[in-house]
């Protein structure tokens, strides 16, 4: 009986049959591209909530005085700054969230269909992300990855 091995790096296993060039895709300026654009998003947004929350940190221990200044009827500065840090997530997440609709997702259909494989069906992939996802666990075909 012949030994196959499971496809590493989470790809499926009918990727191998189905010929698909990994190190071609990577290659390819329309890849180089999308992960640039992500990485100049990703970097300096983590940096930006990075540093932000380290300040939260810092005052909190080194500026007891300051944080602890009322700013209106019992709400201190320490809180507010602690609730703005829900409100850091919640727009970087909007932003990126935006981003993606807007650059990503045109960028790595791009990689796709230069890749030869634009989802399976061209109508399909129109339909937005997870659409081929969705469309294999209606089909049965997800379970046979």
Known sequence: MAET???????AADD???G???????GSPEFQELV??????????????????MAFILLAGYAE????????????VGYCLALTQFL?????????LRKADRVY???????LTKAGDDGGESGRAAEGRFARREA??????????
Request: glycine share 10%; net charge negative.
């Open 5 to 11: 091995t499971a496809p590493q790096g989470g790809a």
């Open 16 to 18: 191998h049959v189905h």
């Open 20 to 26: 698909v060039d990994w190190e071609a895709i990577e």
């Open 36 to 53: 640039r654009r992500k990485r100049a998003f990703v970097v300096p947004g983590t940096i930006f909530f990075l540093t932000y929350y």
């Open 65 to 76: 005085d300051f944080m602890a200044s009322s700013v209106y009827e019992g709400l201190t």
């Open 88 to 96: 850091m997530v919640f727009v970087l997440g909007i932003l990126y």
């Open 105 to 111: 997702d045109p960028l790595a259909q791009r990689v």
């Open 136 to 145: 294999d666990a209606a089909t049965g075909s997800e379970g046979t990855r």
